[in-house]
């Protein structure tokens, strides 16, 4: 059931994020592959929002836009208002570590380190303190209930909960939009479903925007909103109580 206190509607909630007029062609050799192909969108604060379609769809090419990963080829990115393509390199990598956070697919976790140190090590590129950086990886380990973990290194942890110390890091520098690419793509049925969960209930208790680029129909039971590209466009945008495909058909055709 969505959230209506953490959840404005559409009308009346600020957008976090907009994407106006963005287009992306990638060159390869004398070829040119057209991955975005002039997409608007507007995500508002707060929202829970799912970016779905096929594989060469653009779904991931809009997703490194978002986060700024890449620029676009034509067109605008707004974070919070600003224009990220007018940012150095100096800025966007400022903005990324204050204003986003990032959960990926293949966890992206130190090996060497432990989950705590982990966790903190965004906030040391931040320049917050150890001991603040310290008392906030516990917190936040205890948050995502790993917090008789902390001394762990991934290797010694299940991908479940190599992905909850993700998930902790992702919020390091109390961000106001996290990213998520496919956060689920390594992780068996259940614990998806816990990783899913975990999220949704973040978005709603600490207000904020999570932006998911995935294949995992799991995701629309959660999901305020659902972006479906297809073909370097938007093809449909759909709110919560008006997907067309519900989560039970789809459970069963897998």
Request: net charge negative; glycine share 10%; proline share 4%.
């Amino acid at each position: 059931m969505q959230n209506e206190s953490a959840v404005e509607t559409s009308e009346t909630a600020r957008s976090i994020v907009r994407v106006s007029g963005v287009t992306k062609t990638f060159r390869m050799g004398k070829t040119k592959l057209e991955a975005l192909k002039g997409v608007d969108l507007e995500i508002p604060t707060g929202y829970y929002l799912s970016i779905m379609g096929p594989s060469g769809s653009g779904k991931s090419t809009l997703f490194n836009m978002i986060g700024g990963l890449d620029k676009p080829t034509s067109g605008k990115v707004f974070i919070d208002d600003v224009d990220i393509a007018q940012l150095d390199a100096y800025e966007l990598a400022w903005l990324r570590c204050r204003k986003i956070g990032y959960i990926f697919q293949t966890f992206n976790l130190i090996p060497v380190m432990t989950a705590l140190e982990n966790v903190t090590l965004p906030m040391t590129f931040a320049g917050v303190p150890n001991d603040d950086a310290r008392d906030q990886g516990l917190e936040l380990l205890e948050l995502v209930g790993l917090g008789d973990r902390y001394q762990h290194k991934p290797p010694e942890l299940s991908g479940g909960q190599q992905q909850r110390v993700a998930v902790a890091r992702s919020l390091a520098n109390d961000p106001a939009i996290i990213l998520a690419d496919e956060p689920t793509g390594n992780l068996d049925l259940k614990t998806g479903e816990e990783i899913i969960t975990l999220l949704k209930k973040l978005s709603r208790e600490r207000g904020v925007t999570v932006i998911s680029a995935t294949h995992d129909f799991k995701m629309l039971n959660v999901s305020d909103q659902v972006v479906w590209i297809r073909d370097g466009r938007i093809d449909k945008i759909e709110n919560r109580d008006e997907l067309s495909i519900s989560v039970g058909q789809i459970g069963a055709k897998e």
